[in-house]
């Protein structure tokens, strides 16, 4: 991991193009200080962003690292550090998806609808859970660590229909 400084309250949510949504990711030591205090701050950007999870990637950290909202809190989110997930047996299942780096665009998914996660928590532990509500959430945010959004995932229509969007995030990263 990088030794330099992270300001950390400052840290915002990136857009695309930002090329930082296409690194593959490293694993991280959720059990650091400074690590600890970036989950803080992306779960304080997800609240305001409103969205259901937010990847560190998008934060412009290459880490293996995401927070979801977290069931039990209403303003407070999990932290799930170098995670590996196993879809289980069961049936694919067609959804709308966002994305918080993509503002205004909107892809039809179909992904497993029951997976199984592996993430080590803030103390330090690996821990697995089995799930079909965060199943959706769990892959989307899987997929940052990898550097992969979902406008790689559209059907051509779906392309069509985001084109106009797409060519406006394009646009003002460059101005
Ligand atoms: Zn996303």
New binding site residues.
Partial sequence: MSTMAIDVQNLTIRTYPDPCLREKAAEVDPTSDEVQQVAARMIQLMHQAN?A???AP?VGLSWRLFVTRNPDSEDGGLVWANPVVTPLESPPEPDT??????PGIEVEMTRPSRVRISAVDPSGTRFEVESGLMARVWQ??M??LDGV??IDRMSPMERIKNRRQIKALKKSSAS
């Fill in positions: 969205g999870g937010l990847a998008q998806e966002g994305c918080l780096s993509l989307h945010e997929d940052h959004l979902i």
